[in-house]
């Protein structure tokens, strides 16, 4: 069914709504800001387990964000974007996932 507006405004407030969490989220530890890219050194909320609100509201930013791209992409471009991060995960395309560590 057809969402008024299409599902853009929707996803746009799952990301901010779940950007705010995170912001709260940063704000209670001893490094109140959300380190930039650019940043290396260690936050200390690198080192902790993520409190539940903290993953859920990661994982809601993840999706929702990339539901949006799905979205507002072509078709093309979205199944290139798979493919080049399926031929990254399994460059051989023989089911080993070597570089699948890094979302443990």
């Given at each position: 069914m057809a969402v008024p507006g299409?599902?853009?405004?929707a996803l746009v407030a799952l990301i901010v709504s779940a950007a705010k969490t995170i912001e709260a989220e940063y704000a209670k530890s001893s490094k109140?800001?959300?380190p930039s890219l650019d940043d290396l050194s260690p936050h200390p909320l690198d080192a902790e387990i993520s409190s539940p609100g903290l993953k859920e509201a990661t994982r809601?930013?993840?999706g929702a964000c990339a539901q949006?791209?799905?979205t507002v992409a072509r078709p093309d471009h979205t199944i290139v974007n798979v493919r080049c991060f399926?031929?990254?995960i399994d460059?051989?395309?023989d089911g080993s996932l070597s570089?699948?560590?890094l979302w443990r």
């Open positions: 299409g599902n853009v405004p109140p800001s959300i809601i930013l993840e949006l791209c799905a399926m031929d990254w460059p051989d395309n570089h699948s560590a």
